[in-house]
């Protein structure tokens, strides 16, 4: 498994009326944990690019525990478990104040940028996740 961490303090545009997390900022959330996996592993979505590969959401789900609220610190952790083929799943886990407040996971498929044809990824990114031992196939 691969593992990320980072931290976003939430800002009062994310909150709702009644002062917590609005519950759309939550997949907002999953995205800036899956660009610092994906940076953190030494293949950010400015490689894919590069290459002319895409990776588009094409599954979204959110389990809503808690709350949080406006000037909350969140830690997103982001998990990847297994080697992806022409999909790729991630886990992700939020907590505030170590209380889990949101699990989810987002589902992507590799797509080559030019025909928006689905893909298998990249050699490279392959190779790069195979040296880690942990990642199941």
Do not use: C
Not at 32 to 40: D, F, I, M, Q, V
Not at 72 to 80: E, T
Not at 118 to 134: A, V, Y
Request: charged share 25%; aromatic share 10%; proline share 5%.
């Amino acid at each position: 498994m691969i593992k990320s961490e980072i931290n976003i303090r939430v800002l009062y545009a994310h909150t709702d009326k009644m002062g917590i997390i609005n519950n759309g900022r939550y997949l907002e959330y999953f995205e800036a944990g899956r660009n610092t996996l994906l940076r953190e592993i030494g293949f950010p979505y400015t490689e894919l690019e590069k290459l002319n590969f895409g990776l588009p959401v094409i599954e979204a789900h959110v389990n809503y525990i808690s709350t949080g609220a406006y000037d909350d610190v969140v830690v997103i952790k982001s998990f990847l478990k297994t080697l992806p083929t022409a999909k790729v799943k991630i886990d992700y886990e939020l907590t505030v104040n170590e209380k889990i407040i949101a699990t989810g996971y987002t589902i992507h498929s590799f797509i080559n940028l030019a025909t928006l044809k689905p893909s298998r990824p990249p050699k490279e990114f392959i190779e790069l996740l195979k040296q880690n031992p942990g990642l199941k196939d």
